[in-house]
T-cell receptor, first 112, second 112 residues
Framework: DGGITQSPKYLFRKEGQNVTLSCEQN?????MYWYRQDPGQGLRLIYY???????QKGDIAEGYSVSREKKESFPLTVTSAQKNPTAFYLC???????????FGAGSRLTVL | KQEVTQIPAALSVPEGENLVLNCSFT??????LQWFRQDPGKGLTSLLL?????REQTSGRLNASLDKSSGRSTLYIAASQPGDSATYLC???????????FGTGTRLKVLA
């Protein structure tokens, strides 16, 4: 079945450590997105990519980095520069023409 | 800058009631609007997508309408069931931005 796979589902990090969240899709979607969700704040866009080897900052990119070396993969690195990284992270993808978003199951990051 | 608001933030209704969830947006230059459902700790599931040229979309007991001129969309749920309990989010794809802006959601509880 086609879909988006995010891993790990739960991740614990010590302060000062970088962590990478994986996002893989087999939907042949062109565009991929990373969102952060905090209680009461809805989803906020971190980074997005319309095509391979190209990506743009979203509304809250500081302290995060991404790469898009393959169409299927869009990993997100949460760096030690991110001041408040504890959150639920959601990856999504879509065809460029339809813009119908498909989401993964999410990764919950907790900083200890 | 596009802003998306959802009212009410939370809603409890008895089983069997018809209900309406509201979504408003500030910039009417939208490409489409999408309604999602999110269960606790899970990713988002797309319910309905309305293109800017459409007035409404229906799927089963769900009906979504769009009034671009007034910056409003409503999600109508007929004959609500306990299984409909979840958070419902709307997201607006603003023309020329290549990204969705999400509302903060309405948390629905349907009581048996």
């Amino acid at each position: 079945d086609g879909g988006i796979t995010q891993s790990p589902k739960y991740l614990f990090r010590k302060e000062g450590q970088n962590v990478t969240l994986s996002c893989e899709q087999n939907l042949n979607h062109d565009a991929m997105y990373w969102y952060r969700q905090d209680p009461g704040q809805g989803l906020r866009l971190i980074y997005y990519s319309q095509i391979v080897n190209d990506f743009q900052k979203g509304d809250i990119a500081e302290g995060y980095s991404v790469s898009r070396e393959k169409k299927e993969s869009f990993p997100l690195t949460v760096t030690s520069a991110q001041k408040n990284p504890t959150a639920f992270y959601l990856c999504a993808s879509s065809y460029r023409d339809s813009n119908v978003l498909t989401f993964g199951a999410g990764s919950r990051l907790t900083v200890l | 800058k596009q802003e998306v608001t959802q009212i009410p933030a939370a809603l409890s209704v008895p089983e069997g009631e018809n209900l309406v969830l509201n979504c408003s947006f500030t910039d009417s230059a939208i490409y489409n609007l999408q309604w999602f459902r999110q269960d606790p700790g899970k990713g988002l599931t797309s319910l309905l997508l309305i293109q800017s040229s459409q007035r409404e979309q229906t799927s089963g007991r769900l009906n979504a309408s769009l009034d671009k001129s007034s910056g409003r969309s409503t999600l109508y749920i007929a004959a609500s069931q306990p299984g409909d309990s979840a958070t419902y989010l709307c997201a607006v794809f603003t023309s020329g931005t290549y990204k969705y802006i999400f509302g903060t959601g309405t948390r629905l509880k349907v009581l048996a």
